[in-house]
Protein backbone atom coordinates (compact mmCIF):
# COMPACT_ATOMS: atom_id res chain seq x y z
CA UNK A 1 0.00 0.00 0.00
CA UNK A 2 1.39 3.56 -0.70
CA UNK A 3 1.32 6.88 1.28
CA UNK A 4 -1.43 7.79 -0.49
CA UNK A 5 -3.82 4.60 -0.06
CA UNK A 6 -2.60 5.03 4.02
CA UNK A 7 -3.83 8.51 4.18
CA UNK A 8 -7.38 7.62 2.99
CA UNK A 9 -9.07 6.23 0.10
CA UNK A 10 -10.75 8.76 -2.39
CA UNK A 11 -14.46 8.73 -2.66
CA UNK A 12 -16.05 10.29 -5.91
CA UNK A 13 -18.90 12.76 -4.78
CA UNK A 14 -20.91 10.54 -7.12
CA UNK A 15 -20.70 7.70 -4.69
CA UNK A 16 -21.69 8.97 -2.02
CA UNK A 17 -25.05 10.45 -3.39
CA UNK A 18 -25.89 6.92 -4.81
CA UNK A 19 -25.29 8.36 -8.42
CA UNK A 20 -27.76 11.24 -8.17
CA UNK A 21 -26.55 14.53 -9.90
CA UNK A 22 -29.32 16.67 -9.37
CA UNK A 23 -31.15 17.72 -5.78
CA UNK A 24 -34.17 16.65 -5.25
CA UNK A 25 -35.25 20.17 -3.91
CA UNK A 26 -34.40 23.65 -5.39
CA UNK A 27 -34.41 26.03 -2.25
CA UNK A 28 -31.06 25.50 -0.88
CA UNK A 29 -28.84 28.40 -1.76
CA UNK A 30 -25.20 28.86 -0.82
CA UNK A 31 -26.25 31.18 2.06
CA UNK A 32 -29.38 28.93 3.26
CA UNK A 33 -28.96 27.85 7.38
CA UNK A 34 -29.47 24.15 8.30
CA UNK A 35 -29.78 23.32 11.98
CA UNK A 36 -29.99 19.20 12.33
CA UNK A 37 -33.64 17.98 14.38
CA UNK A 38 -32.63 16.88 18.13
CA UNK A 39 -34.16 14.35 18.38
CA UNK A 40 -34.66 12.67 15.41
CA UNK A 41 -37.62 11.88 14.03
CA UNK A 42 -38.98 8.20 14.75
CA UNK A 43 -39.43 7.12 11.66
CA UNK A 44 -36.24 8.79 10.28
CA UNK A 45 -33.90 6.42 8.16
CA UNK A 46 -30.95 5.36 9.42
CA UNK A 47 -28.20 8.07 7.85
CA UNK A 48 -25.42 7.11 5.73
CA UNK A 49 -21.57 8.04 6.76
CA UNK A 50 -22.00 11.53 4.92
CA UNK A 51 -25.10 11.85 6.14
CA UNK A 52 -24.11 11.71 10.22
CA UNK A 53 -20.98 14.12 9.23
CA UNK A 54 -23.31 16.73 8.38
CA UNK A 55 -25.51 16.06 11.03
CA UNK A 56 -22.61 16.68 13.77
CA UNK A 57 -21.89 20.06 12.04
CA UNK A 58 -25.35 21.36 12.43
CA UNK A 59 -25.79 21.39 16.12
CA UNK A 60 -25.70 24.85 15.56
CA UNK A 61 -27.14 26.98 12.54
CA UNK A 62 -24.47 26.59 9.78
CA UNK A 63 -25.01 27.83 5.51
CA UNK A 64 -24.38 25.25 2.68
CA UNK A 65 -21.47 26.85 1.82
CA UNK A 66 -19.67 26.84 5.05
CA UNK A 67 -20.84 22.76 5.59
CA UNK A 68 -19.81 22.22 1.36
CA UNK A 69 -16.11 24.09 2.85
CA UNK A 70 -15.88 21.80 6.03
CA UNK A 71 -16.71 18.83 4.48
CA UNK A 72 -14.30 19.45 1.81
CA UNK A 73 -17.52 18.13 -0.75
CA UNK A 74 -18.55 20.05 -3.81
CA UNK A 75 -21.69 22.47 -2.86
CA UNK A 76 -23.68 20.62 -5.27
CA UNK A 77 -22.93 16.72 -3.64
CA UNK A 78 -23.95 18.99 -0.19
CA UNK A 79 -26.73 20.43 -1.34
CA UNK A 80 -27.68 16.68 -2.65
CA UNK A 81 -27.37 14.88 0.89
CA UNK A 82 -29.03 17.67 2.03
CA UNK A 83 -32.15 17.05 0.41
CA UNK A 84 -32.30 13.65 1.89
CA UNK A 85 -31.79 14.61 5.02
CA UNK A 86 -34.45 17.37 4.82
CA UNK A 87 -36.74 14.97 3.37
CA UNK A 88 -36.48 12.61 6.41
CA UNK A 89 -36.75 15.03 8.65
CA UNK A 90 -33.15 15.51 10.33
CA UNK A 91 -32.61 18.81 9.25
CA UNK A 92 -34.23 22.25 9.51
CA UNK A 93 -33.56 24.56 6.10
CA UNK A 94 -34.01 28.22 6.58
CA UNK A 95 -33.63 30.74 3.69
CA UNK A 96 -32.11 33.96 4.10
CA UNK A 97 -33.89 36.46 5.45
CA UNK A 98 -34.29 39.27 2.79
CA UNK A 99 -33.00 42.57 3.08
CA UNK A 100 -35.27 45.37 3.01
CA UNK A 101 -35.44 49.08 3.70
CA UNK A 102 -31.84 49.28 2.56
CA UNK A 103 -30.02 51.14 -0.06
CA UNK A 104 -27.29 49.96 -1.84
CA UNK A 105 -24.20 52.63 -2.01
CA UNK A 106 -22.67 52.60 -4.98
CA UNK A 107 -19.89 54.96 -4.05
CA UNK A 108 -19.33 52.69 -1.43
CA UNK A 109 -19.12 49.36 -3.36
CA UNK A 110 -16.94 51.46 -6.16
CA UNK A 111 -14.21 52.05 -3.28
CA UNK A 112 -14.40 48.83 -1.69
CA UNK A 113 -13.94 46.97 -4.79
CA UNK A 114 -10.91 49.57 -5.86
CA UNK A 115 -9.47 48.66 -2.49
CA UNK A 116 -9.75 45.21 -3.33
CA UNK A 117 -8.10 45.65 -6.79
CA UNK A 118 -4.73 47.43 -5.45
CA UNK A 119 -4.50 44.39 -2.87
Do not use: N, W, Y
Amino acid sequence: MDGAESAGRLVRPFTLTGGRTRPSRADFTLITTVTAVDPPPERAPRPQAEHLRILRLCGEPVAVAELAARLDLPVSVVVILLCDLLEAGRIIARPPHPVSGTSVDLDLLRRVKDGLGRI
